[in-house]
């Protein structure tokens, strides 16, 4: 079996979240890793560990990091990573797959699937190295991990949306 690295170079990991009832919040994080053990040609029998670490959270506003990053939302320094652990992969086309398996944040715990896009391999011109590039995309309820915090709003509605939608691009080095 090939040894896959993860490209953090050429990946990264987003989230959006309505604002205000009207608007999307959007971020990422920028200190993460994906564990990925297979064979990209058999992704149904491949397995994935995913850890993100919460204090690498941006926004785009120092003052809202500061706030998701402390016990109203994610309590970063008790809880300092978000995992998954994927339990199964279901193929659905020549190119998409459903990657399902168990999201920790904070202490809890849940059953959550994503969509993934299998965009193939190529050879880096600039390496030699063989890549392949994976694309995720899904959604959470984020009351489901213990992250409540709300206000409502004087026109109706609160402030932050509970659905959480994330994608992500992944680029992998592969050597044989």
């Known amino acids: 079996m090939a040894n896959v690295t993860l490209d953090k170079v050429h990946s990264g990991i987003h989230f959006q979240v309505k604002h205000m009832m ?34 690498s959270i941006d926004t785009n506003n120092e003052d809202r990091d500061g706030h998701l990053k402390s ?6 320094e008790s809880y300092p990573n978000i ?30 699937t994503f969509v993934v896009e299998y965009n193939g391999k190529a050879k880096d011109p600039m390496s030699g190295n063989i890549v392949a590039g994976i694309d995720l995309e899904g959604k959470i309820n984020r009351e489901d991990y213990g992250l ?10 609160v402030l932050i949306g509970k659905e959480i939608k994330l ?10």
């Open 71 to 76: 016990d109203d939302f994610f309590s970063a």
């Open 148 to 157: 409540t915090y709300n206000a409502p709003l004087e026109t109706g509605g």
């Open 83 to 112: 995992t998954f652990s994927s339990k199964s992969v279901k193929k659905i086309s020549d190119s998409e797959f459903e990657v399902t398996g168990d999201v920790t944040i904070k202490d809890a715990t849940n059953e959550e």
């Open 22 to 55: 009207v608007s999307k919040a959007k971020g990422e994080f920028h200190d993460f890793d994906v564990d990925f053990n297979g064979d990209f040609d058999n992704l149904e029998a491949a397995s994935v560990n995913v850890t993100i670490k919460v204090a």
């Open 167 to 176: 994608s992500g691009s992944f680029e992998f080095v592969i050597a044989e």
